[in-house]
Nanobody, 123 residues
Framework: VQLQASGGGLVQAGGSLRLSCAASGRTFSRSAMGWFRQAPGKEREFVATINMNGGNTYYTDSVKGRFTISRDSARNTVFLQMNSLKPEDTAVYYC?????????????????WGQGTLVTVSS
């Protein structure tokens, strides 16, 4: 099982990026998936999660109204659209998947992890 995250890069404050996470090795159509991030010198933190059919999502307060998580189950892919980016959004972003469909915000509740993609927001 592999989760491949992509789409990170350098962007100015106020800009946008779209992260993608493609899963291979098994289908996650019945699994909740999510995004976490880890800034330099900080612990990994929850960003967003989505249920198996995309009808239910949950975000950490700091990204509400700016980030949107979505998924394409047919393509086994989850996305994170990030708008109005701020320097404090700078981090390595990781996608993750659960073996279950329930929404969770704790990293230990996720069973599979991607390698991470770096997002740098300049001021």
């Amino acid at each position: 099982v592999q989760l491949q995250a992509s789409g990170g890069g350098l962007v100015q404050a106020g800009g946008s990026l779209r992260l993608s996470c493609a899963a291979s090795g098994r289908t996650f159509s019945r699994s909740a998936m999510g995004w976490f991030r880890q800034a330099p010198g900080k612990e990994r933190e929850f960003v967003a999660t989505i249920n198996m059919n995309g009808g239910n999502t949950y975000y950490t307060d700091s990204v509400k109204g700016r980030f949107t998580i979505s998924r394409d189950s047919a393509r086994n892919t989850v996305f994170l659209q990030m708008n109005s980016l701020k320097p404090e959004d700078t981090a390595v972003y990781y996608c993750a998947a659960r073996n279950s469909f329930g929404l969770r915000t704790v990293s230990s509740d996720f069973d599979y992890w991607g390698q991470g993609t770096l997002v740098t927001v300049s001021s």
